[in-house]
């Protein structure tokens, strides 16, 4: 099928109106990620069904793609239809289950939850313009909210077409006429999708529990040594929603601390709690500073100490992206790998700060069961940073025990061919997406 033609039959299913010419594209680290042949913007579930049924017809490569913020490399759009889901915005809150279609940006996603009383319990470090469904794809790990669980132990169900085309609930859901309001309706099948990068299917709709909004108050701190609070990510388990130590080399040396600590019944019990971590943070190093009541407005979504919690205004990642780049590692690791994980990533901060490179941020994001520990650089056009130049860095982080925060095209090779589940990923990949034109070269499915 010709370009024309395609453009023909992809109108037919979705309207004129949303299907697109594009340039070539670029992600947030500034990659250039390919010309995707068209990008397409069905409305729902049953036109995503559709477009993956002609793809699969007309032997089109898909690539599922959101806000193109992921910084792994998961998006190789040259020579595939781009599918965005920015039009699935539909929202239910009902039996205790937010249902929300994959389209809805985090923030004001977050921002309609509260609304109703409830919120989005986890969300990139980010501005918010990050799509739910990529969300899942990414099985976000990292970032505000981990101490309330992984994303994982939130989801109730997702909805997602196969690359086959075919259209299936995960969870209860699996059964027609029966709402996702539990992840496992047998089999857990919705963890197939957390991770997939792309690889299996379009995500259309995900399913998670309605948790009303915790009362917080934010401990800010300064500390010298990181290590000496690592303890605390599990002793403090249930008293925080957010426990992020980070440093750059903009700001001098030591470490910022930052502990959310939440209480889901009182503004009081948080502040209570406050006090008693306030004092274990003393004991291990930390100088805490003031702490913040979160304010009314803020628990409604809107307020500076809100926007806050997102970096800055939504439309912030705009201004970001147009200063620099950003070039990041990442990795999920055991408490027991924290020492030796941030060593490696603090020689590679000091091996970007030797190249000129004018900022690189370390972060480190505390959940009570592991840890997430990232080397955010931002490139500025004409600093000496390649991605040949992260590789001592990759390498040193495969010999220790962690898995890697995402794979996309960024890890070596042997960061796949290390997956012991890889005869199984194979044989998914072959149900899901037997014609093989999802994701191409995305590193589970490669
Ligand atoms: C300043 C900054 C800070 C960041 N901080 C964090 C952080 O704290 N934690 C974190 O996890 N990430 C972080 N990121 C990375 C990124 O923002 C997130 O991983 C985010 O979830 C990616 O969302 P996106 O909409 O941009 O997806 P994209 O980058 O467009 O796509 C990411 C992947 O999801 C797949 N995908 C997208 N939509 C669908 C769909 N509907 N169905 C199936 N697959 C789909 C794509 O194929 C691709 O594999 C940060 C990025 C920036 C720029």
Redesign the pocket.
């Known amino acids: 099928m010709d370009g024309a033609a395609l453009t023909a039959a992809l109108a037919d299913l979705v309207g004129a109106d949303h299907v697109a010419d594009s340039p070539p594209l670029t992600?947030?680290t500034g990659r250039n990620v390919g010309r995707p042949l068209r990008v397409v913007r069905p409305a729902d579930a049953a036109e995503v069904a559709d477009v993956v049924r002609l793809c699969r017809e007309a032997r089109v490569p898909i690539?599922?793609?959101?806000?193109?913020?992921?910084?792994w490399s998961?998006?190789a759009l040259d020579g595939a239809l781009a599918?965005?889901?920015g039009r699935l915005l539909s929202l239910t809150v009902e039996d205790g289950v937010v249902q929300a279609g994959?389209?809805w940006?985090v923030r004001p996603l977050d921002q309609a939850l509260r609304q109703r009383g409830a919120h989005l319990p986890l969300?990139?470090?980010?501005?918010g313009?990050?799509?739910l469904?990529?969300?899942?794809?990414?099985a976000?790990?990292?970032?505000?909210g981990m101490g309330s669980g992984s994303l994982g132990s939130h989801l109730t169900g997702v909805e997602?077409v196969t690359g086959a085309g075919t259209r299936l609930w995960t969870g209860a859901a699996d059964r027609p006429g029966v709402p996702p309001f539990l992840r496992e309706g047998g089999p857990d099948l919705t963890g197939l999708?957390l991770g997939?990068?792309?690889?299996?299917?379009?995500?259309?709709t995900v399913a998670f529990r309605q948790r009303p909004a915790p009362w917080r108050v934010r401990l800010p701190g300064r500390t010298a040594d990181p290590r000496r609070c690592f303890p605390l990510g599990l002793a403090l388990a249930g008293a925080y929603d957010t426990f992020r130590l980070q440093r750059s080399t903009r700001s001098g040396p030591g470490w910022a601390v930052d502990v959310w600590v939440v209480s889901a019944f009182s503004p009081r019990e948080a502040a209570e709690r406050a006090v008693e971590v306030a004092r274990r943070l003393g004991e291990a190093g930390v100088t805490v500073g003031a702490p913040a009541a979160e304010t009314a407005a803020a628990r409604a979504g809107r307020s500076p100490d809100y926007d806050d919690r997102w970096?800055g205004p939504l439309d912030g990642?705009g201004d970001?992206?147009a200063r620099a780049s950003?070039r990041?590692v990442?990795v999920n690791a055991p408490w027991s790998a924290a020492s030796p994980v941030l060593q490696t990533l603090e020689d590679l901060v000091a091996a970007q700060s030797n190249a000129g490179v004018s900022e690189s941020r370390l972060?480190i994001?505390a959940a009570p069961d592991f840890v997430?520990l990232?080397c955010?650089a931002t490139v500025a056009p004409g600093e000496g940073w390649s991605d040949a130049d992260d590789d001592a860095a990759y390498a040193a982080l495969l010999a220790l025990p962690v898995v890697p925060?995402?794979v996309?095209r960024r890890w070596p090779r042997a960061a796949v061919e290390s997956m012991g589940s890889r005869a199984l990923l194979r044989a998914l990949k072959l149900a899901c997406d037997p014609d093989g034109l999802l994701?191409p070269g995305?590193g589970p499915w490669s």
């Open positions: 992600d947030s690539a599922p793609v959101g806000a193109r913020t992921a910084y998961p998006l599918i965005d889901v994959a389209g940006a969300h990139p470090d980010a501005f313009k990050t799509q469904g990529s969300m899942v794809a990414t976000c790990t990292s970032g505000i997602w999708v997939s990068e792309g690889g299996l299917g379009v995500i259309t970096n990642l970001f992206l950003l990041g990442d972060a994001y997430n990232g955010h925060y995402r996309g994701a995305v």
